[in-house]
């Protein structure tokens, strides 16, 4: 017995001793395991509130302590000739809209305004057929951004890095000549951030931006803001918070909050500071509304909130940042006819869509519930939901209560994680609608001519086998359906009630009453929608 006691103390000293040597190897060799790496530390915020007398010296002091933190950023990315204009918008604004779009993510380029290329060589390589193939060039532009760490952390804007090849980094304490290579460490297109690092770290200690507490900043509060506008390194604006809470469409159905300026921002001040008047970060600027005459400041900017972006950083730091999705596409509670949903005030959101296959359908939800309560808490509104649902783990069973045909149920959903390309890509989708209407059914005040499915219709709207309806062939411009209908829409149901031809759906609707909503489950694409409308 002893011997079998002797031999299992042995047995377990060379365990642990081999156990401790393989750690020191593998901590020699760099091979610790991914989940001891170091995580981000996020930055204290100071949410004192800001007072102090305002004289003289405040702005030239803010900008004295605040400059050297502020990192002017060149990227490279690459880019076919005959797509440029598309993707730098024009010349003017940060790419991927139109000229006429009136808001703009700014870079900096040369000739200021958009990006640039190098043009060193458009002639193009034959393919074979006598005709040029298009050529990978090399797009140049700029931004700005701040450090938050001596580590060589840097915020910046999404839009500022995304796609590029190559990041480089100019310090204020340096030679402008002097260039440090970045890497993007992880990047948000929800609300345009990124965090990227220094590769090359210069021979002196990093300066580090301070926060303050974006929740407490007021319109008529004093900002500065401070960036690389049209290549001029390092330029200080001041102005005051035009507005707070500002929704910003960032991408189809999905907008975040943002602070609104009069503080002179331009391109190439995309992923730089606004500050208080502590010299605290409160904002990171990203947008600017400009008109068909000019691409710079007229006096309206936007910056994403700094507890937005403070927030995330250890998910950015860990490449990705994660949020929730049920698969709905909502709309706010019409603001007259609330009580038409059974709703005491109006509060909630209006399912108008529920993705097939998503968490919502497979919860039981349904277009035309009214969300009213999710995981406990109240919805106010449409964007409070949507909030809720981003910042629920995927995963996550949650209780949500609805409004259905006046009554209350609740409903357990399993949240998914949202798949921002993949949503974007199904809301591109366009919906093919009727030309040729045969027997058509007028509503009166609700503006809309009606026909029945034909077997022809069916096939050219996608229809499910044996589906049947009221085809909108046409929308009056002026009538109560104009913003709400088009042409191609099959109505299937009105205030929940099936319809199977023409003629029952305008009898539906002729029996609303002046005032109040008509309910529609319409066929819209290859799904269902749910559209109230008015009638006048």
Do not use: C
């Amino acid at each position: 017995m002893s011997t079998r006691k002797t031999t299992f103390f042995y047995a377990l000293l060379i365990a642990v001793a081999s156990l401790a040597v393989g750690m020191v190897i593998a901590s020699r060799l760099d091979l610790t395991p991914a989940s001891s790496a170091q995580t981000i530390a996020v930055p204290p915020m100071n949410s004192a509130p800001v007072t102090g007398p305002l004289d003289a010296q405040t702005f030239r002091n803010i900008a004295k302590a605040a400059t050297p933190m502020v990192v002017n950023i060149k990227t490279e990315m690459k880019a076919k000739a005959q797509d440029l204009t598309d993707f730098f918008n024009g010349g003017g604004g940060s790419g991927g809209g139109s000229p006429d779009d009136l808001f703009h993510r700014f870079f900096g380029g040369p000739g200021g305004g958009g990006g640039g290329a190098d043009q060193d060589d458009q002639s193009g390589r034959g393919n074979g057929n006598g005709r040029k193939r298009p050529r990978e060039q090399t797009a140049r532009a700029a931004g700005t951004g701040f450090i938050i760490s001596k580590d060589g952390y840097i915020l910046t804007n999404n839009h500022v890095v995304e796609d590029a090849t190559k990041i480089e980094v100019t310090l204020f304490a340096d030679d402008p000549d002097q260039n440090y290579t970045a890497k993007v460490i992880g990047r948000d297109p929800l609300t345009d951030s990124a965090l990227i690092q220094l590769v090359d770290k210069p021979n002196h200690v990093l300066p580090e931006a301070k926060f303050g507490d974006s929740s407490q900043v007021a319109a008529g509060d004093w900002v500065m803001a401070i960036g690389n506008p049209f290549g001029y390194e390092h330029t200080v604006t001041v102005g005051v918070i035009s507005a707070t809470q500002r929704a910003f469409n960032v991408t189809d159905g999905r907008t975040n909050d943002m602070l609104q300026t009069d503080a002179a921002i331009n391109p190439g001040n995309s992923g730089g500071p606004l500050l208080n008047l502590r010299g605290e970060v409160i904002g990171i600027n990203t947008a600017i509304i400009t008109n068909a005459r000019s691409e710079g400041n007229i006096g309206i900017g936007f910056a994403v909130p700094s507890n937005t972006v403070r927030e995330l950083l250890p998910q950015l730091h860990q490449g990705k940042v994660i949020r929730g999705r049920i698969g709905v596409s909502v709309i706010a509670v019409p603001r007259d006819a609330f009580e038409d949903f059974g709703l005491k005030t109006r509060t909630g959101a209006v399912i108008a869509q529920v993705a097939p296959g998503g968490a919502a359908a497979k919860g039981g939800l349904e277009p035309g519930d009214v969300i009213v309560q999710y995981n406990g808490r109240p919805v106010g509104n449409r964007d409070e939901l949507v909030k809720m649902v981003v910042a629920t783990k995927p995963g996550t069973s949650v209780p949500v209560k609805v409004m259905r045909n006046k009554a209350e149920k609740t409903l357990n959903v399993v949240v998914d994680e949202l798949d921002l390309d993949a949503e974007q890509t199904a809301n591109r989708r366009a919906p093919q609608g009727d030309q040729q209407p045969p027997e058509e059914q007028a509503t009166g005040s609700f503006g809309l001519t009606l026909e029945n499915v034909t077997p022809q219709v069916a096939r050219r709207l996608r229809l499910p086998s044996g589906q049947s309806g009221a085809v909108v062939t046409d929308v009056d411009p002026d009538g109560a359906s104009a913003t709400a209908l088009r042409a191609g829409d099959v109505i299937l149901s009105v205030n929940s009630k099936t319809v199977s031809s023409a003629a029952e759906a305008a009898r539906e609707l002729q029996k609303v009453q002046s005032g109040h909503i008509a309910q529609m489950r319409v066929w819209r694409g290859d799904g269902q929608v749910f559209v109230p409308v008015k009638k006048d």
